[in-house]
């Protein structure tokens, strides 16, 4: 049974103008906060939604809200648009962006291996979506939301948002392993954009921290990229999304976002890597929000929350 929370059964009600002809059935999951277009377009596939009693079939199959009745594994699903929710979480090593536990079995009992992004959460923010995720032994920055159009803003990668990575790797790293760090590597039979890398600032005895920033974010691609020149990755970090950078809050402690930190989520940074002279970038108003979806005068907030089981690394 899917954990989100579903409104309850709406009470039929006139289509709003322009809605008389119907809404994209993907559009109406998205905007009811359950999940990106692209996560509701595999909800619709998968034969988990229903328009009135029978299964949809495709992800654009149109519907009228308010006169056709929508159901995600048999719960109601409301066409009006929810009020919008972000926030930004310093996820630690060793958690996962999941909502079900990693298990593994032995001969003599079945043990819980990792623990959750959401078990550090409140209970009003466990029907967020990761907007983009990291590995169990990658830290920094995650953003949850309820608005599915940003989630798709973030993850897809048309959009090109960069985000940022520090990359800590022991010993030196020369020039030329540094240019081919860079270069395109093949993932699923797909060539990736190249990577911007550069040496970071900040120094660590014995070790060489870098700044990796990409475009796209495939599958687990940094890793990759080290491992074909057989470099051990110490550390990973993601540190900033677009114009926004990792807020400072203590691992497993999460912020509520204003909208002009949202906003700065799908801008292009201020200062960028010297590779990326020349690349286009996306500028401010790409995602189209303003204050009358996420007015500024929302209270911000920071919370720390304890974790339980304090990771390595």
Do not use: W
């Not at 972000?86 to 291996?113: D, F, L, M």
């Not at 623990?115 to 550090?120: G, Q």
Request: some cysteine; aromatic content about 4%; overall charge positive.
């Amino acid at each position: 049974m899917n954990k989100h929370k579903l409104s309850s059964n709406p009470a039929p009600e006139h289509p709003k103008d322009g809605e008389a002809e119907g809404v994209r059935l993907q559009l109406i999951l998205a905007r009811s906060g359950l999940a990106s277009r692209r996560a509701a377009a595999d909800m619709i596939l998968s034969g988990r939604v229903t328009v009135n009693g029978r299964p949809a079939k495709v992800p654009g199959q149109r519907v009228v809200p308010g006169a056709d009745i929508i159901e995600l594994d048999g719960n109601p699903v409301s066409g009006s648009p929810i009020e919008k929710l972000t926030i930004a979480y310093n996820k630690p090593r060793g958690q996962i962006c999941s909502r079900n536990a990693t298990r593994k079995k032995s001969y003599t009992h079945v043990y819980e291996t990792s623990e959750l992004i959401y078990d550090h959460l409140p209970k009003e923010f466990q029907h967020l979506q990761t907007a983009g995720r990291l590995d169990k032994d990658s830290e920094g920055l995650i953003i949850l939301t309820n608005d599915g159009e940003l989630a798709q803003q973030l993850t897809h990668p048309r959009f090109e948002h960069r985000k940022e990575y520090e990359v800590a790797v022991r010993g030196h790293v020369d020039p030329e392993t540094l240019k081919r760090l860079g270069r395109p590597i093949v993932i699923n039979g797909r060539k990736t954009q190249p990577a911007d890398i550069r040496l970071a600032p900040r120094k660590q005895s014995g070790q060489t921290v870098m700044r990796v920033a990409l475009h796209e974010g495939r599958n687990r691609q940094i890793r990759r990229i080290f491992a074909r020149e057989k470099i051990r990755i110490l550390r990973l970090k993601r540190v900033r999304i677009g114009a926004f950078s990792l807020p400072r809050l203590e691992p497993g402690s999460y912020k509520e976002l204003t909208a002009k930190e949202i906003n700065a989520l799908t801008d292009a940074p201020a200062e960028s890597l010297s590779s990326d002279k020349g690349r286009k970038t996306r500028t401010k108003g790409k995602h189209g929000m303003d204050s009358g979806r996420y007015p500024e005068l929302r209270t911000q907030r920071e919370n720390t929350l304890p974790s339980r089981n304090k990771p390595q690394g």
